[in-house]
């Protein structure tokens, strides 16, 4: 059975949320469950809840990273973090993944620096399910390389490819590169040289795609940096609840609250919520020597839920060989080192 | 009474729907026209709409640019297309300002050639009312430069603010710079080179803003470089047309059609009208030494209309003027000539 280490003390709603929500997983995806945290806190967090056919140990670790904290020092300084702890359970072969609801710079440095990269790997991004509005996209990177060069990307590309076909189940998934426009002349300096690299690779690549098809769901993976990944993501978490809201508000002035009550806003308030970082758990982290799903900071336990099932997922079909194969695979194509 | 000068041949639904929607203009505006475009086209079109009561002349050019053509060299071999010829009237003190729904690059190349930009000036944008979402949200450069400097960002941030004040009516509109953190120290290398200058050029700078500032209103003018604001200002319009879809197939489901038809259908479909360019008329062209209003490619008659108003109030509060006077103003100021 795969065990799945849980930082404990990551996010808003940390411990409590966290060891119900990874109790509840460890049930629905059947996996083994190690606690990472403050043995008291951790354990009275188990007292509240049914531990009944679930497989745990805990793990103390007296320390953790608040949301606040500045990822490099706190990492730095903090050894016995929960997140830090965690990562090192996985490097021990005591864990096969991390979930955590934390801060998401922290553990990309915890990944980073306790398990290193996959070789070849460049940069590891942070990939984002976008939403249910389109189950089918996946955008990367979602905001841990903000200044990127164009051979990231083409990674970015592959890595996204691996994801939505082995982990979300896509087969031979889309790949657009994110610009201006369609049109291969599209672009700034970093996409107009990763253009030529995405379409040397072998991957299933669309060429350039704009803002709009991340709204259709006309590409699978959507490559961009992760400066813009990052406003994306954040604008279209802003979107859908700015959209909720006004569609509420306006329907109101109309319609009978008989109505509102029973049919308008459970609808929209399940567009809000399926649209909403809890359903699909949390944003892998792509690139690294190990598996890390890092959710949203106030993530409830339905968002730990998932996250598990994602962390187990990523680990049954050995995502990390499969992007070193696949990386091999690409840069022995003689096109695309001819580009590079 | 102003002049304004109308791209007949601008846009998927001319030069039918822009004559009807100039017709409309000058009366709801009261200002005279310039009909620019073929005469026997334009003159089909007019016999097609009531005149009464509106003044216009005619100005005969044989040739258009087309939404598909590259606007560099368009604009280089067709000096008699509409888009050229409507700019060089103003400059010819003809008329006081363009209005176009067709080829946004065009239209900014016309522009840029003919009238050249406003003394100290580095680069023309393109500003982009946020969609009545947010109708106090001003974003700018929405496509225009792809690779920017700090210093341009700081032109954006200027230029923004007093389209913000003069035009839209907006008090000491707040600035805010586009970036992946609301912390001073986060962004990408232009970013953050342009945090400093916004902070110490006497606008209301509210530092870095998310991309979830844009949805929620909390800022008046939206600083980016033209790359992201394309990506945001695409996927905005895309989600836009996804929530409204997505929501009303839900509702169909438990409610019935008269209840859909008079009061959901109507509020969705407003929704998605609203925060569509038609309402907003189209996006000025900030930096040039003259007026021009550029609308959507797939504008109708309502969006010419709302143009027109644009373009008029531009005129009429001097906007070229203003943003002459406010760069030399900011570049007075000690503590910016420091951090340039």
Chains 1, 2 share one sequence.
């Not at 590169?177 to 669309?206: I, Q």
């Not at 002035?253 to 809000?272: C, K, W, Y």
């Not at 990523?314 to 194509?333: F, N, Q």
Request: some cysteine.
């Amino acid at each position: 059975m795969l065990r799945i280490a849980i930082d404990a003390m990551g996010g808003d709603n940390a411990p409590h949320e966290i060891v119900k929500g990874a109790l509840a997983g460890a049930r629905r995806h059947g996996v083994q469950l190690v606690l990472v945290g403050p043995l008291e806190r951790v354990e009275a967090e188990l007292a509240k809840n049914s531990t009944d056919g679930v497989e745990f140990t805990m793990m103390h670790s007296e320390d953790y990273i608040a949301m606040r904290e500045r990822p490099i020092p706190a990492v730095k300084v903090k050894p016995r973090a929960s997140i830090v702890v965690a990562c090192q359970l996985v490097k021990d072969g005591v864990a096969d993944a991390v979930v955590t609801m934390g801060h998401t710079g922290a553990a990309v440095v915890a990944s980073l620096w306790t398990w290193g990269r996959i070789e070849g790997i460049k940069r590891a991004a942070v990939g984002m399910p976008f939403f249910t509005i389109q189950p089918e996209t996946f955008l990367l990177d979602a905001g841990a390389n903000i200044d990127c060069k164009a051979e990231y990307l083409l990674q970015f590309g592959l890595m996204g490819s691996l994801y939505a076909e082995k982990v979300m189940g896509i087969p031979n998934p889309t790949v657009g590169l994110l610009s201006n426009g369609e049109e291969e002349n599209k672009g700034n300096r970093t996409v107009m040289e990763a253009f030529p690299l995405l379409k040397n690779s072998g991957l299933n690549f669309v060429g350039n795609v704009e803002g709009r098809h991340i709204a259709y769901g006309t590409v699978n993976v959507v490559v961009s940096d992760g400066f813009v990944g990052n406003v994306l993501v954040k604008l279209t978490e802003g979107l859908v609840r700015q959209f909720a809201t006004v569609v509420t508000e306006q329907l109101e002035t109309s319609l009978p609250p008989e109505i509102m009550n029973s049919v308008v806003q459970p609808v929209l308030r399940g567009f809000a919520h399926d649209n909403h970082y809890s359903r699909w758990g949390g944003m892998p982290l792509l690139g690294v020597n190990g598996i890390c799903v890092i959710g949203h900071g106030r993530s409830r336990a339905d968002a730990v839920v998932s996250a598990i099932g994602q962390a187990k997922s990523a680990v049954e079909i050995d995502l990390i060989s499969a992007i070193a194969e696949g990386w091999k695979e690409l840069t022995a194509r003689k096109s695309l080192l001819n580009a590079l």
